[in-house]
């Protein structure tokens, strides 16, 4: 089967960075998106990857290991604004999304 | 530019009533979806088009029916509603020519409750 796994929860505090993990296991690979989503609100889109390495824009950060089925969500200086959920998805091998059920991320100030 | 918009944005709804959850963009994408989300779960795909005139099954599709008689919209439509079908609906759009992958667009999202 196809599965996709991230952490329910983090809680991080203003002006900090937090580290998102995202691990996957799917019929073929054609690249991963990160999304964040407000409560309430339609998925936005942040960052796609589908070469190893990371892709920096501003203050987040995206990293891909395909060989490890691995990627991370890197924020930065982080904001109140920044309190949502953080989904992974990857693109199968019938360019299908498949998602993981998000993680939710709570900042203190 | 309105992007994607749904209707209704809420609704609640009797089991056994039919119901059909508007979709409309703007952005000429040839590709659009159905989700819906729950709450501990991924968004789930119920159908999709690649195109217009041409419709495929997702991963949760029954239930559920779309028509693509057209570029811009793509209603879906409860034939039956049941209250396993209480959740979140998100339309999305896709400018994907071929093989080559693209972001997603999300409207704002329907809240069905069925009772």
């Known amino acids: 089967g196809q599965n996709i796994d991230q952490p329910t929860e983090m809680t991080a505090t203003e002006g900090a960075i937090v580290q998102i993990n995202c691990t996957y296991q799917?019929?073929?690979?054609?690249?991963l998106f990160w999304y964040q989503q407000h409560a309430g609100e339609a998925p936005t889109f942040l960052s796609y990857n589908v070469l190893d390495g990371l892709e920096e824009k501003g203050r987040f950060s995206s990293f891909l290991s395909r060989s490890k089925g691995y990627s991370y969500l890197l924020l930065k200086e982080l904001q109140m604004k920044d309190s949502a959920s953080y989904l992974c998805a990857v693109l199968d091998s019938n360019y299908q999304l498949i998602w993981g059920a998000g993680t939710k991320l709570i900042i203190k100030p | 530019i309105a992007g994607i918009t749904q209707a209704p944005t809420s609704q609640i709804l009797a089991a056994g009533r039919r119901m059909t959850l508007r979709c409309t963009q703007d952005?000429?994408?040839?590709?659009m979806y159905w989700y819906r989300q729950d709450l501990g779960l991924g968004l789930r795909l119920i159908h999709y088009s690649n195109t217009a005139g041409t419709t495929g099954k997702g991963e949760v599709p029954d239930g559920y029916s779309v028509s693509r008689a057209n570029t811009d919209d793509f209603p879906l439509t409860l034939a039956s509603a049941v209250p396993s079908q209480t959740s979140v609906y998100f339309c999305a759009s896709s400018d994907s020519s071929g093989a080559f992958a693209d972001t997603q667009y999300f409207g704002p999202g329907t809240r069905l409750t069925v009772l």
């Open positions: 799917t019929s073929g690979f054609n690249g």
């Open positions: 952005m000429r994408h040839n590709a």
